[in-house]
């Protein structure tokens, strides 16, 4: 299955939609709530310190020095009862002289632990910080004693203690990272030698190899592995799906050998935006399902039992699959080329469907009960075409005209719909969505179902008016609305055309513009602010925003550059040092904007980090730095830079020899985390010095990733991730194409050479999910357009300008000017991996006059000019790296 017709939900996105009805924005940005705990605001004790970290307030007595790491206590609340257990956590402490920390307001404990949010931390509320065993023993004696009773949710990656809301968990109490065998960079804490190890923080309890678990905790363990599902008469074969709330998994029944599928709710956990914990959802399940009992087109409800607190329902297991699993096999606008054949064939299928999902909907509206969650993954379609509706946790009784409980993504009804007008709704966007699947973008402009519906009948062999009911359903319009109504945004492939759009996407980025705050200057993804710094870099922060203006000739922009300067030299500690998400795309960009002094210091600065253990990828890692360095040597013709840059490339080039035949699978693939990223830095050495050693590493790196690819039924070549294949320029065969042609340019290879015309097929197909450079559209017409000369690529080739024309599908209408959606589709991003930064260096790469290329990858004619001498000097600085820095 191809990844254009999908995108995986990330829930993580869902709390960041919460502070602004258009861009992505972090919890923590308002600091003051009216439903902050009394103690984020009161006066802080004598002789103590009060201090912000995210969405907790911190609070240190003076003169107590804590080690780095050791065993904390966690401490679990309710809604209901957090201020009750906070001030009975504060009355403890203070006197004690105990530093600990809590969530600041009930927002922030909602979504610590709301449905999605991570297993590995939600539940914890406020975390205490004894100074050695003897505190911990003592601490958990009496505060568990003062807060027996209290209801909180179970903490999975610690050990209770007690039945109480204490829990512990060996782990840092400083602030220190390292880099993960994955390269990312992660909290660490210090093994048994005292070397720098990733703190995990996953779902279940676990004490470090090099740690002794205290005997007083010894009982706990001992009860907690004694609630087993042995005496259960269910046998529990596969887990299919979890969530914060709990987990869905598959059995038999060993009474009767029937298959059966089992939901589990944990109490206290997995929250709603009405406070609904997975308890209450699954309470409102098991009551709608015995509302419906005797209906075909709902599971049958078979049991209930709780176990170790954990409630769980047993229903009949469906044989099917979802239907939106078979949408995205059946689409035929992932292909190239997708005649009449396809597109009839797909048409019969899509109405029977939804010919099917209606005569459903209507049977459960018969025994006066609302769905209120219904879209495409909650309809299982059976083998012989008939639709199961599953997951009734938002359901209601139809007379109560309640509003909306859950709601995904692309079908969550507008504010003012009630009762049976909620389901009304999601089948109208349900119609819209299997011939054009970007229902996601009406809730930021609603009237974009109009255009979304001329595009649909554009494609497909539909009856006339077949969208005219949903369209004014969706709009809440009372009359009806013809295609092509309203003032759609539209890309036109052409100079006039290019001008327009350059000028309205480049005036709402800069109108969209914060100087006034720290941690980012243009908003865009969540990851702006997953980790420090991440407002600054070229992928998501103010650098990639600042390059793709300046690249496509809208400007430059003085004020804005400042800010780059003023926060680049003092950055956050943390702050990453790559390419792509970190301080050396800034400093590259900064020297190209005439910046030369400030990127130098920027330089120096992530040179004296210990970049040597980040990984070899271009995003973050290796390559971007090494390619980075060989920007600034030759800029400023430093022979150390040089040096530091074929240091760079040993390193690279001992991982990537030791991998060389180990296990593809485990690793990912492309430009930006893949081995495309390191074939890229040699390859633009080779250019540099003529060493022929680097052409050969360049080679070995593209097969690696190509071992990672596989050829479609269409004759496309995209990555596979084992569960979907993605032809896109970040993570996909587009981003490996790239450098597979500049490599083409200096050695002539038969696969290589079929592999890039196997991805250029790729990146012709019809629908994309997301409009992003790194993940949609947009990084298709790049790609398209690099062979051809600046400003020629639309009149070259008719596909890049039907590509073009085909970006108008995501784009919206924000304050007049031109905007794109970021990723998920929930809300709009102006920087360059997913927005319109992004979207504007894309066309800019069709359509302008001069050359628009990403860093390092200029056009494919400017990449034709004969290497230099072979260096004598470059094969012996490669091998000047010490020892301790190729781990």
Not at 670 to 688: C, D, N, Q, V
Request: charged share 25%.
């Amino acid at each position: 299955m191809s990844g254009t017709a999908e995108t995986p939900v990330d829930m993580r996105y869902e709390a960041y939609c919460l502070m602004n009805p258009c861009f992505y924005d972090t919890p923590t940005r308002v600091q003051e709530q009216d439903n902050d705990f009394h103690q984020a605001r009161c006066p802080v004790p004598d002789a103590w310190q009060r201090s912000g970290l995210d969405d907790w307030v911190v609070l240190g007595p003076d003169g107590v020095e804590l080690p780095p790491q050791g065993w904390k206590i966690h401490v679990s609340a309710t809604l209901d009862n957090a201020q009750d257990v906070l001030t009975a956590v504060w009355d403890y402490c203070v006197p004690r002289r105990i530093a600990f920390k809590f969530l600041r307001g009930a927002d922030n404990l909602l979504l610590a632990n709301a449905k999605y949010a991570h297993r590995g931390s939600s539940g914890k509320f406020v975390t205490l910080y004894p100074a050695d065993e003897a505190q911990l023993e003592t601490v958990l004696t009496e505060l568990g004693a003062v807060l027996q009773g209290r209801s909180g949710p179970y903490i999975l990656s610690d050990l209770r203690w007690g039945d109480g809301p204490l829990y512990v968990r060996y782990g840092g109490f400083s602030s220190r990272t390292c880099v993960a065998p994955d390269g990312e960079t992660v909290p660490a804490i210090e093994d048994g030698s005292g070397q720098l190890v990733p703190d995990v923080r996953g779902p279940a309890f676990r004490v470090p190899e090099w740690v002794t678990l205290p005997g007083f905790l010894e009982p706990q363990v001992a009860a907690r592995n004694s609630s087993t599902v042995a005496e259960l008469p269910y046998r529990i074969e596969s887990a299919v799906h979890f969530s914060n709330g709990g987990g869905l998994y598959t059995g038999h029944d060993l009474r009767t050998c029937r298959r059966v599928v089992l939901k589990e709710a944990r109490p206290y956990a997995g929250l709603t935006l009405d406070g609904a914990d997975a308890v209450t959802r699954q309470r409102r399940e098991r009551e709608a399902l015995e509302q419906l009992r005797g209906l075909d087109c709902v599971p049958e409800l078979l049991d209930h039992f709780v176990l170790g607190e954990h409630h769980f329902l047993v229903e009949e297991f469906i044989e099917g699959q979802t239907l939106n699993s078979l949408f995205v096999d059946q689409y035929p606008l992932v292909l190239p080329q997708a005649d009449v054949t396809h597109t009839g064939g797909y048409t019969s299928w899509a109405l029977d469907m939804l010919d099917e999902v209606e005569q459903a909907v209507a049977a459960v509206h018969g025994r006066g009960m609302i769905i209120g969650d219904l879209h495409s993954d909650n309809m299982l379609v059976r083998p012989d075409g008939h639709v199961v509706l599953i997951d009734f946790e938002g359901a209601a009784d139809s007379a109560e005209r309640g509003r909306q409980r859950l709601a995904a993504p692309g079908f969550a009804a507008p504010a003012g719909r009630t009762g049976i007008d909620i389901d009304h709704y999601a089948l109208a966007c349900l119609r819209l969505s299997l011939f054009m699947p970007l229902t996601g973008l009406l809730e930021l402009e609603p009237g974009k179902a109009a255009q979304l519906a001329e595009e649909a009948a554009r494609e497909f062999p539909l009856p006339a008016g077949f969208f005219d009911q949903a369209v004014r359903v969706i709009t809440g319009e009372d009359a009806p609305t013809t295609a092509g109504s309203g003032a759609p945004r539209r890309l036109e492939p052409d100079r006039r055309g290019w001008v327009r759009a350059r000028a309205s996407l480049a005036a709402g980025i800069l109108a969209a513009a914060t100087p006034e705050r720290d941690d980012r200057l243009f908003p865009g993804d969540v990851e702006q602010f997953t980790a420090p710094g991440g407002g600054l870099g070229l992928a998501h922060g103010a650098a990639g925003v600042l390059y793709a203006l300046d690249e496509v000739g809208a400007g430059r922009h003085p004020d804005h550059e400042d800010w780059l300067v003023r926060h680049a030299l003092h950055p956050e500690p943390g702050t990453h040092l790559g390419l792509y998400d970190g301080l050396h795309g800034v400093a590259y960009t900064l020297d190209r904007l005439g910046h030369r002094d400030v990127a130098m210091k920027i330089l120096d600065l992530c040179l004296g980090e210990r970049w040597q253990r980040l990984g070899t990828g271009l995003h973050g890692g290796l390559a971007g730095i090494g390619l980075n360095l060989q920007h600034f040597a030759a800029a400023t013709g430093d022979p150390a830079l040089r040096d530091t840059a074929l240091s760079v490339a040993g390193l690279v080039a001992d991982r990537l020899t030791s991998a060389d035949g180990g296990d593809d699978a485990s690793t990912a693939a492309g430009l930006l985390r893949g081995w495309t990223g390191p074939a890229l830095m040699f390859l633009r050495l080779y250019e540099s010095t003529g060493d022929p050693e680097f052409l050969e590493l360049a080679g070995t790196a593209l097969r690696r990733d190509l071992r990672r690819c596989v050829v479609r039924d269409s004759g496309a070549l995209e990555v596979d991730e084992g569960w979907r294949t993605l032809p896109y320029l970040g993570g996909g065969s587009a981003g490996i194409g790239l450098v597979l042609d500049d490599y083409l340019t200096h050695r002539a290879d038969d696969g290589f050479r079929a592999a890039s015309a196997a991805i250029r097929t790729a990146a012709r197909e019809r629908f994309f999910i997301q409009s992003g450079l790194f993940s949609g559209m947009a990084g298709m017409i790049l790609a398209l357009s690099r062979p051809h000369p600046p400003g020629t690529a639309c009149l070259r080739d008719p596909v890049v300008a039907e590509q073009v024309r085909r970006l108008s599908r995501h784009a919206l209408d924000h304050q007049g000017q031109l905007a794109f959606p970021g990723d998920q589709l929930l809300r709009l991003s102006t920087d360059l991996a997913t927005g319109g930064a992004g979207v504007l260096l894309a066309v800019g790469s069709a359509l302008h006059d001069r050359p628009v290329r990403l860093p390092f990858l200029a056009p494919s004619e400017r990449r034709n000019a004969r290497p230099t001498a072979p260096d004598p000097r470059s094969r012996e600085a490669r091998k000047e790296v010490s020892p301790d820095d190729r781990s």
